[in-house]
C-alpha cells in the first residue's frame, strides 16, 4: 500500500510539473530560513482541487478522515500544492516547506509510513509532524529568530 501512494504521488506530481513555480520566489521572505539551494528545489502548485489519493484501502487504514477534510495545502515530496485563496499567504508556504523539508530528511516511504501511523494515533492536529510545522509556522510569522529549518527538522523529527 505505501509503494502505491507513493507511485500515485509521483504520478500527481508529474502530472501537475508544467503549472509548477519554484519556490526560490522566497529567497528574500525566508533568509535565514531556508536555504537558496533548498528553496530552488521545492516547488509549489496552484489548483482549485487539492489532489488527494482515494483508492481502496486507504479507508481502511484509517485515513478516511483526512482524505474527506478541507485543507487549504498540502506536500506531497518536494512539491506542494494550494488553493488560490492562500496563494499570497506566506505563512501557508511556510508551513508547506517545513513538510518538504520532513519528506526529505525521513525519504518518502518513511514519512507516508510515519504520517499515517501519527494521524491514526494522535489525530491530524496532534500528529507530531503537523504539529511541528504548525509550530514553525507561528515561529515564523511571529518574527522570531531565524532558524535553520532543515537543521531543525533533522535534530528534531
Ligand atoms: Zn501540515
Known amino acids: ?31 535565514g530560513f531556508y536555504t537558496k539551494s533548498f528553496l530552488e528545489n521545492a516547488f509549489f502548485v496552484v489548483v482549485n482541487t487539492i489532489p488527494k489519493p482515494d483508492f481502496p484501502g486507504l479507508r481502511e487504514m484509517g485515513l478516511g478522515d483526512l482524505i474527506d477534510m478541507h485543507v487549504d495545502g498540502i506536500t506531497y515530496k518536494n512539491t506542494y ?15 508547506e516547506l517545513v513538510h518538504v523539508a520532513q519528506w526529505e530528511f525521513l525519504g518518502a516511504s518513511n514519512f507516508i509510513e510515519r504520517y499515517i501511523r501519527e494521524i491514526n494515533h494522535h489525530s491530524y492536529e496532534h500528529a507530531p509532524l503537523e504539529e511541528m510545522a504548525y509550530g514553525l509556522d507561528a515561529h515564523y510569522s511571529n518574527g522570531a529568530e531565524k532558524i535553520d529549518i532543515q537543521n531543525y527538522v533533522s535534530e528534531k523529527i
Open 1 to 31: 500500500m505505501l509503494s502505491k501512494i507513493e507511485q500515485w504521488i509521483d504520478e500527481t506530481n508529474r502530472h501537475y510539473e508544467s503549472h509548477r513555480i519554484s519556490c526560490d520566489k522566497f529567497i528574500n521572505e525566508f533568509d
Open 81 to 95: 500544492y494550494i488553493l488560490p485563496h492562500v496563494v499570497n499567504n506566506l505563512r501557508i508556504h511556510f508551513h
